[in-house]
């Protein structure tokens, strides 16, 4: 994965060309009723965090916030549908005022099913505000095609930790046990994985990467990028987060800015082995 995550921080890490008819979840052409939409403001009252904007059209549903006198409001985004059907689009939209803290959660990996699917999550960060969220593995199934925008605004002294876990395949379904013909099936099986990140830090560009990667995916399993591994995934700490212990090795290492911003990055053959990696990293104060 080396030439896939090691470069440097202001970067693209792959070129590919813009979406075919160059559109968002705006103005797909996907129907409207597969147009699953969630919307969160936090701002403070006194010393507490408090949602004072919060709306989910289906399939995307809010759970919480779990603790409504916390001052660090923890909230659940939810899809019932387990994941994201051909044909559905999802739009996740967040803004934290001047010291809003909120951790958003998922309750479980959400499976990309066969056909075309987009989602779009915006986020903006004001002064001091801080948002964690490390969200369950996706899984990009066999016949897939999924294609998602992050676009991330953040005020000077804001504080994010971001992170996404991906799996190529069902992998419970291509274990030793399995017969071989099923196996072959569920690993590497999905057609496209479009994925673009852009984040900047008072209007100037902070980061910029983007994977795109079409059956069979030689470039992605090519020696030099994963390799055999079947996981992948980043951490994005932006901002002053304390110290974290992450050893560089086989399996994950690290890339950081002038600035301290810092991205952990972790491969292996089990999703949620990277996605409780990340999580214990992450301190849950303010």
Same mark, same amino acid.
């Given at each position: 994965m080396k030439c896939f995550l090691r470069r440097r921080f202001y970067s693209v890490i792959a070129s590919f060309p813009p979406n075919p008819e160059g559109n968002s979840l705006r103005s797909t052409n996907l129907p409207s009723?597969? +147009?699953?939409?969630? #919307? +969160?403001?936090? *701002?403070?009252?006194?010393?507490?965090?408090? %949602?004072? !904007? @919060?709306y989910s059209r289906a399939p995307l549903q809010w759970l919480g916030p779990l603790d409504p006198e916390s001052d660090f409001q923890q909230l659940y985004i939810r899809n019932p549908n387990g994941g994201l059907l051909g044909g559905d689009a999802q739009s996740i939209s967040l803004q934290l005022q001047e010291m809003a803290a909120v951790e958003l959660?998922? @309750? *479980?990996?959400?499976? %990309?099913h066969p056909g075309l699917s987009r989602q779009e999550i915006d986020i903006e960060l004001e002064e001091n505000s801080s948002l964690i969220w490390i969200g369950h593995p996706v899984i990009l199934?066999?016949?897939? @095609?999924? #294609?998602q925008t992050v676009t991330v605004k953040l005020s000077k002294m804001a504080r994010l930790a971001y992170a996404e876990v991906w799996a190529a395949g069902r992998l419970a379904m291509s274990q030793e046990f399995t017969p071989a013909g099923v196996r072959e099936q569920e690993r590497w099986r999905f057609k496209r994985l479009s994925n673009r990140m852009r984040v900047d830090r008072d209007d100037s560009p902070l980061l910029r990467e983007a994977i795109a990667s079409d059956y069979p995916h030689a470039a992605l399993t090519s020696a030099g990028v +994963?390799? *055999?591994? +079947?996981c992948w995934g980043s951490l994005y700490l932006f901002g002053?987060?304390?110290?974290?212990?992450?050893? #560089?090795? #086989?399996?994950q290492w690290s890339v950081e800015s002038a600035a301290g911003d810092r991205i952990l990055r972790q491969v292996g053959d089990q999703s949620m082995? %990277?996605? !409780?990696?990340f999580q214990a990293c992450v301190p849950r104060n303010r």
């Open positions: 009723t597969n +147009l699953g939409r969630a #919307e +969160l403001i936090a *701002s403070t009252r006194g010393n507490r965090t408090v %949602i004072s !904007h @919060q959660c998922t @309750q *479980s990996a959400t499976r %990309i199934g066999t016949g897939t @095609q999924f #294609e +994963l390799g *055999s591994y +079947l002053d987060w304390p110290e974290i212990d992450w050893p #560089e090795d #086989e399996f082995d %990277i996605w !409780h990696a």
